[in-house]
């Protein structure tokens, strides 16, 4: 699939690292660094715009890495990108650790993953079909 893409940062486009990654890495676009603190989250800019084809969207999701390593994750994780956005794509990270992390310019700070969907159209009835779980919810299947 081909998708259009300004790119006015100076790295390189996303990619896949490896031939089985569902998820491109996404760079930091910044002109110097940035401390995250503790509990703080701030909204990091790529460089990138892009437009996607009706029925895509791309969701922006955390690195397993910085989490594990660091700490630093996603808010409102998976982000998604309308097929509509064209601005800038910006990553909203947040410092879920007790030290203090550094975000210098064209650190991978996050992963897109190009994915379809679709839109519903709603039915409105007065029933809904019978289930073997019926109204069971959290917790329902046990531990």
Known sequence: MKIRIINKSVHQLPAYETEGSAGMDLRANI???????????????????????????????????????HGISILNSPGT??????????ILLINFSETNFE???????????ISRHEQVRWEEVEILSETLRGEGGYGHTGL
């Open 103 to 113: 975000i210098n310019n064209g650190d991978r700070i996050a992963q897109m993953i």
């Open 81 to 90: 990108i309308d097929a509509d956005y064209r601005g800038e794509i910006k």
């Open 31 to 69: 002109s110097e660094g940035i401390i995250l603190k503790p509990m703080e989250r701030k909204l990091i800019p790529s460089g990138l715009f892009i437009e996607l084809p009706v029925g895509f969207e791309a969701q922006i999701r955390p690195r397993s890495g910085l989490a594990l390593k």
